[in-house]
């Protein structure tokens, strides 16, 4: 059924980190008329959807914060699932964004107008958006993957993705956790302290550094509070010792050696028997894949009841999981800790823009999804992205990124104001673009290196990292105006000659 059509100057679709920046940004910049649109039942994002237990940040939340409105509790330096939630709750509401926000309300297509020059957005319900712009704040990692295994219909007891987690399942029994990235390192410890048994399937492992204490000390606590400036400070300091110390890394740099042994003595330290040591000694360069930032993961292994398989899994059956090896091992439940399909950048999503373009036929017949600094793409004007492919830093604070990609989208709205008309990306710009991220990215480890990881498609290609600091991300972007990289769009119908010069010079 086809409601009435409505209209909003700016549309943003998606309430997390991403969303929320966004929108803040907007009403900074006096954008009064937005709506932001969330697929759920309030906004959070990957912080409302995971809820599993021990679901918490490896950043610390002075640097995982909104710049806008920068977080300065003095007691916790990582904070839970929970206290991020309640964190970015109580920042709509003190922002004034609530009354731009509009929940259970998921969008399927977009389609843009040549003639009228607007997008119509059209829900799951069949209602349609009119807006002279959207902004996409999806985020990555909110699509999960599950291996399909023989035998998965088979299995007698529950089943369900970390990120949907089943509050009503009973732990007490045989625990299966497939999967040994950072949700299950977060909650094996969790599971560990009220399961008879847990079993571990391992595919390859991942380098793990020591994680400070998740609260302050007394003197951390009494210094943010009493000293003025303290808490800007320290979120400064982490931020550029993120990008000196931990960025090098992906390139092989300074830092990598050290990192690498400060990870060996943490396993050695933690994990004493010889042969559980080898099975999570990994056979590749860290910084290959996502670094894990825990101290409780390896003395959870070490448990008598708690066990890790290393065995390729051959099929579930009803009562549990079979490995290659012919073993089988009973679980009443099974948590699939496999993350998220993160290189399916707007996945479900239909969105055609000048001349009825797919995108997403657009990035299948150029190989890979790409956008200009993670947030724009030729041929589709005044859309825009958060998080797009590329944006996704592994060293150091996203939600600054978001906000870099915000401010830059901000301009962009301006400058299509100024002129008048829909602004999009010219397919020079993204062809420069390209050019110095192949460049960047052919000089890190990602590209050469054997291990999988989530930012890389099964072919290996690199879909959603960013290979440099987040500085110079922020330097690139800031550097470079969107008016040296955008152009003006025409109507198709009584364009103007050097409209219709402009638009074919994008095209």
């Known amino acids: 059924m086809t409601g009435p059509t409505i209209t909003h100057e700016v549309v943003v679709v998606g309430a997390g980190f991403g969303g929320l920046t966004m929108a803040a940004q907007l009403r900074q910049a006096g954008v009064r008329d937005f709506l932001i649109l969330e697929e759920g039942p309030e906004v959070g994002g990957v912080w409302r959807e995971n809820t599993y237990p021990g679901c918490s940040c490896d950043v610390p939340a002075h640097l995982y914060c909104f710049a ?42 977009a389609d843009y107008s040549d003639t009228d020059r607007t997008w119509t957005l059209t829900t799951t319900t069949g209602e349609r958006i009119r807006t002279d712009a959207v902004v996409w704040a999806l985020g990555q990692l909110h699509r999960p993957a599950i291996p399909r295994l023989r035998g998965a219909r088979t299995f007698a007891g529950r089943a369900f993705h970390s990120a949907r987690w089943d509050h009503t399942a009973d732990l007490s029994g045989q ?78 740099g300074w830092s990598a050696g050290p990192a690498e042994l400060v990870a060996r003595a943490h396993l050695r330290w933690q994990v004493r028997d010889r042969e559980l040591r080898a099975k999570l000694t990994p056979n590749y360069r860290i910084g290959e ?16 009841h708690v066990e890790l398989v290393t065995d390729r899994i051959d099929r579930l059956g009803p009562d549990g999981i079979r490995t290659v090896d012919g073993t089988e091992r009973r679980a009443d439940v099974i948590v699939w800790a496999t993350g998220f399909r993160a290189p399916e950048f707007l996945a479900g999503v239909r969105i055609r823009g000048r001349g009825g373009v797919d995108l997403h036929d ?91 990881a989530w930012w890389k498609r099964a072919d290996g290609t690199v879909t959603n990292a960013w290979p440099g600091t ?17 152009a003006k769009v025409a109507a198709i119908t009584g364009a103007r000659d050097a409209d219709r010069e402009v638009a074919e010079q994008i095209t």
Request: charged share 20%.
């Open 362 to 452: 657009r990035w299948r017949r150029r190989g890979r999804p790409a956008a200009f600094y993670g947030l724009a793409v030729p041929g589709f004007p005044n859309l825009y992205m958060i998080a797009g492919p590329h944006s996704f830093t592994p060293s150091n604070s996203n939600p600054a990124v978001k906000q870099h990609q915000a401010r830059y989208i901000t301009r962009c709205l301006a400058l299509s104001a100024d002129w008048g008309a829909p602004v999009e990306v010219t397919e020079r710009a993204m062809a420069r673009y390209l050019d110095r991220l192949d460049h960047a990215l052919a000089r890190t480890i990602w590209c050469d290196g054997a291990a999988t």
């Open 68 to 109: 806008f409105d920068p977080y300065r509790d003095v007691r916790v330096r990582y904070p839970d699932q929970q206290a991020i939630l309640t964190y970015m709750r109580e920042v709509t509401d003190r922002n004034g964004l609530r009354a731009h926000l509009r929940c259970d309300t998921a969008v399927m297509a």
């Open 470 to 486: 987040v500085s110079e991300f922020e330097h690139e972007i800031v550097g470079s105006g969107p008016a040296e990289s955008f």
């Open 175 to 252: 625990i299966a956790v497939v999967g040994t990235g950072s949700s299950a390192a977060q909650m094996i410890p969790e599971l560990a302290r009220v399961a008879a048994g847990v079993t571990v399937y391992q595919r390859s492992p991942s380098w793990v550094l020591p994680k400070p204490a998740a609260s302050f000390g007394p003197l951390s606590r009494w210094a943010l509070t009493r000293v003025p400036g303290l808490h800007d400070l320290y979120r400064a300091g982490i931020y550029h010792a993120a990008d000196l110390v931990l960025a090098p890394i992906m390139r092989a």
């Open 289 to 304: 894949k996502r670094i894990l930032l825990d101290s409780g993961y390896y003395p959870a292994l070490t448990r008598p």
